[in-house]
């Protein structure tokens, strides 16, 4: 159902609490990160909206800067170089008056898509993290993550709120087809929400938004009937991902559901071409599962554990999956490098540590040759890390 702009910061909305729970919860690990590089963090939320909600609840803004003043108040880092700036088209100035504690910050009357490349221009040398949470999907054009990704920077990742339904919705229109699942639409709640017609604009507005004409095949099955609309909605999800993939080698994807065992309402996407940021984001979505299931399920007891797409965890299925990927691995491959692709291949199913685990059993049972550096602790003791960085490699290799 489309709503009044306005009415979005009325008070906070269950999705928008799942939404800032992710940000909030990845970004406090990730600015601890970034600072040990020793490179500037430059933050942009693109579509920041007001800052606070009427009810009191923080915005999106106030999470991030909150953050930061943590990050900054215990690191040991002489100087901690950030700098964030908020883009809002219409709230520029409830902006100023709600961040009037962080004169530091830049504010930007206008749209992210005139005014990104300005704020990126000089960045080479620095990690950049854009947060994209537009009301719609007509501000999502593909071809600026395309040059985003070849800025140059020292980082770049982007977690990105891509309201995959609208887009069905609106290239069945397009298309000249109808996909207006009134339950759905109406537990939406969309905020200006996108319309196109059955024409060539739209139809070519909608491949800049999608980086391609992926979708129309999509539609075409879901127009046959071969396909639901939630089908194409995954496959939509899916393919938007692999499209983005072709500029960031490491793409999540990550259904947010309003309800428990609802069909999901929205995608987040985290983009990047950090392998460690990308299993940094795998822990974050699978330790803050159960806070999420919470808020999900209005503190209804869980009988059995859950992954992040609501699907039973099934142990053995884990297992399997990581023998299958492992077992690809001929040549020696750095542990965190073959990692981050099991979770491309399979999504953020269970935690970095589960895979791990199965790792250290394979290597006990000599199926996997696991090689340290360093090999033995400053005491002669054989060692076992299992984690890469800070002076630690690990190398993997199938035995068989
Ligand atoms: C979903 S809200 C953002 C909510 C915010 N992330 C939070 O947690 O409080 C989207 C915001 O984008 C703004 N907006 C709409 N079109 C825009 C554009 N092209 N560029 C920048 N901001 C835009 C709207 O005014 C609105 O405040």
Same mark, same amino acid.
């Given at each position: 159902m489309a709503k009044k702009n306005d009415d979005f910061f009325l008070e906070k909305k269950p999705w928008s609490v799942v939404k800032d729970e992710i940000l909030g919860c990845?970004?406090?690990? @990730?600015?601890?990160?970034?600072? !040990?590089?020793? &490179?500037?963090? /430059?933050y942009v939320d693109c579509f920041a909206g007001k800052g606070k909600f009427e009810d009191g609840n923080r915005g999106s803004p106030l999470i991030a800067l909150e953050i930061i003043d943590q990050c900054r108040a215990s690191t040991t880092m002489q100087q901690a170089q950030i700098n964030a700036t908020f883009i809002d088209l219409n709230y520029a100035d409830d902006l100023?008056?709600?961040?009037? *504690? @962080?004169?530091?910050?830049k504010i930007v009357s206008g749209k992210y898509e005139d005014n990104i490349k300005t704020i990126l221009r000089g960045k080479e040398n620095c990690?950049?993290?854009?947060?994209?949470?537009?009301?719609?999907?007509?501000?999502?054009?593909?071809?600026?993550?395309?040059?985003?990704?070849?800025g140059h920077f020292n980082s770049i990742e982007l977690l990105i709120n891509l309201n995959s339904f609208g887009f069905i919705r609106e290239a069945c229109h397009a298309l000249g087809t109808t996909f207006d699942d009134t339950t759905l639409f109406a537990d939406? /709640?969309?905020?200006?929400?996108?319309?196109?017609?059955? *024409?060539?604009?739209?139809?070519?507005?909608?491949? =800049?938004?999608?980086?391609? #004409?992926?979708?129309?095949?999509?539609? /075409?099955?879901?127009?046959?009937? =071969?396909?639901d609309g939630y089908d194409a909605e995954a496959l939509f999800a899916e393919k938007y991902c692999?499209?983005?993939?072709?500029?960031?080698?490491?793409?999540?994807?990550?259904?947010?559901?309003?309800?428990?065992g609802q069909r999901p309402k929205y995608r987040l996407i985290h983009a990047t071409n950090h392998r460690d940021g990308c299993l940094l984001m795998v822990d974050n979505i699978c330790n803050r599962w159960e806070a999420l299931q919470e808020i999900q399920s209005g503190g209804?007891?869980?009988?059995?554990?859950?992954?992040? #797409?609501?699907?039973? /965890? #099934?142990? #053995?299925?884990? =297992? =399997? &999956?990581?023998?299958? !990927?492992?077992?690809?691995?001929?040549?020696?491959?750095?542990?965190?490098?073959?990692?981050?692709?099991?979770?491309?291949?399979?999504?953020?199913?269970c935690s970095t540590g589960y895979v791990k685990k199965i790792l250290k059993g394979l290597e006990e049972d000599k199926r996997l040759l696991v090689l340290r550096n360093p090999d033995y602790t400053s005491r002669g003791k054989k060692t076992a890390f299992m984690t890469e960085g800070k002076g630690q490699k690990i190398s993997v290799r199938w035995i068989r």
């Open positions: 990845y970004f406090k690990p @990730y600015v601890s990160k970034i600072l !040990h590089t020793y &490179k500037p963090l /430059v100023r008056r709600n961040l009037g *504690s @962080y004169p530091w910050v990690n950049i993290f854009l947060y994209i949470d537009p009301y719609g999907i007509k501000a999502l054009q593909c071809s600026l993550f395309d040059e985003f990704a070849q939406l /709640v969309e905020y200006e929400p996108t319309r196109m017609d059955a *024409s060539e604009k739209s139809i070519s507005e909608l491949n =800049e938004i999608a980086g391609g #004409d992926y979708w129309k095949p999509i539609i /075409v099955a879901y127009k046959k009937g =071969e396909i692999m499209r983005l993939r072709k500029s960031y080698k490491y793409v999540l994807n990550m259904p947010l559901r309003i309800k428990k209804q007891m869980q009988l059995w554990a859950e992954n992040f #797409d609501n699907q039973a /965890v #099934d142990e #053995d299925d884990i =297992e =399997e &999956k990581t023998i299958l !990927h492992f077992s690809q691995y001929n040549c020696l491959t750095s542990l965190h490098d073959a990692l981050a692709m099991f979770f491309m291949n399979y999504g953020p199913i």
